[in-house]
Every structure is written in C-alpha cells, then in structure tokens.
T-cell receptor, first 113, second 114 residues
Framework: DAKTTQPNSMESNEEEPVHLPCNHS???????IHWYRQLPSQGPEYVIH???SNVNNRMASLAIAEDRKSSTLILHRATLRDAAVYYC??????????????FGKGTKLSVKP | DGGITQSPKYLFRKEGQNVTLSCEQN?????MYWYRQDPGQGLRLIYY???????QKGDIAEGYSVSREKKESFPLTVTSAQKNPTAFYLC?????????????FGPGTRLTVL
C-alpha cells in the first residue's frame, strides 16, 4: 500500500487558516486522497477526498499538487472544535482490498483561543 | 437522525471473561466494520461484513468473533483468547465495501480488562 507522511503535530490560533500537509510520493495513478479526523475520545469522521483536482466542501478544502505527490488540507477558519487528529489516507478503488481504512498516526492539531 | 450507535461507552471486564460489544446502524448500509485503536495509534481492522450472514477476517481477527444476522446489527465478541483486549473499539459502516465509499463511525467503546 502507498504510504503517507504527516507531521506529528501542529498548532493554530482560533479564526486563522490552517494548512495540514501530507506527503505521498509513492501514490499510484488510481489512488484517491482521503482525509478523516478524530476528535478526542470519538470515532473518526470523513472530511474530504479528491483525485487530481482541488476540492471544496463545507468542512474544508483539499489542494492536490500537480504531480500528486503531496496534498494539503485547508481549514479556512480554525475553531476550537477543529482540534483533532487529522489522517491523510490513500484509497485505491481497484486495489481489491477489504475496503477498510488504513490509518497512520496522523497530525494532532491544537487550536489556541 | 441516522447514524451508528455503540454501547456501552465504557466497559470493564475481568480477565478470562468473554464480552460482547454492540453496534447498530440505521443508515441502511450493507457494509459494516470493526476496528481496534490503541493509545496514540491508528485504527486496525478486526472484521468486516459486506452483507447479512457474511463476514470476513481483517488484519487482527484472532481472539475475536462476530455475527451479522441482521443488516443493522454487527456485534463483536472479545473472547478470552484475545491476549491484550484493553483498547478503544470502533464500529463503522458504509453503503458497500468499496475504496471510494465514505465510512461512518460510531462513538466507540472503551474496553478495560482488569
């Protein structure tokens, strides 16, 4: 499976934008880039996913590098509720796997008031 | 509201006892999953089910068992054969088993074996 690399932790101030990076230099042409986040003592929740083009939804934006070897999750205005561990995950719809999510250690985002 | 419920939130058991964790979903999803999470780690797949009366082992199935008699329910039994059962257990569901489908997670059950 293609691997992802994320910083262990990041800090942000409330109401400021946050850019969470993810490196995936061995990404294959059919891998989708998914982001999930996990708030303390809760189950993970889906944030966003994309293949090649940048994506926006109500929670965040996903910026994908032209060579697809890296991506950035953008929270436009961080709130205290955004403090969580953010996971960048590659998923290949043609990989024949079990469909499960393979989580690394993610980036722990702290938001200061 | 549609979603996934897990109960109980916290569970304590003595070593050597079997224990069953509940997972119910009303999202009408075909696929359901059980994951285990240890402190500071990512999730690891225990079992998954693509459809009623069918389930498959995941990466760490030893010491666990499941059943899928109803579409909305996927209980997990942690048996005495599981060497280190203390962990945070998460149940998830998706429309079907697919690498593209979003997975929806329950709130988790934190199991402590004394």
């Amino acid at each position: 499976d293609a691997k992802t690399t994320q910083p262990n932790s990041m800090e942000s101030n409330e109401e400021e934008p946050v850019h969470l990076p993810c490196n995936h230099s061995t990404i294959s042409g059919t891998d989708y880039i998914h982001w999930y986040r996990q708030l303390p003592s809760q189950g993970p929740e889906y944030v966003i996913h994309g293949l090649t083009s940048n994506v926006n939804n109500r929670m965040a934006s996903l910026a994908i590098a032209e060579d697809r070897k890296s991506s950035t999750l953008i929270l436009h205005r961080a709130t205290l509720r955004d403090a969580a561990v953010y996971y960048c995950i590659l998923r290949d719809p043609y990989g024949g796997s079990q469909g499960n999510l393979i989580f690394g250690k993610g980036t722990k985002l702290s938001v200061k008031p | 509201d549609g979603g996934i419920t897990q109960s109980p939130k916290y569970l304590f058991r003595k070593e050597g006892q079997n224990v069953t964790l509940s997972c119910e979903q009303n999202l009408n999803h075909d696929a359901m999953y059980w994951y285990r999470q240890d402190p500071g780690q990512g999730l690891r797949l225990i079992y998954y089910s693509q459809i009623v009366n069918d389930f498959q082992k995941g990466d760490i199935a030893e010491g666990y068992s499941v059943s899928r008699e109803k579409k909305e329910s996927f209980p997990l039994t942690v048996t005495s054969a599981q060497k280190n059962p203390t962990a945070f257990y998460l149940c998830a569901s998706s429309i079907m088993v697919s690498e593209l489908n979003e997975q929806f997670f329950g709130p988790g059950t934190r199991l402590t074996v004394l």
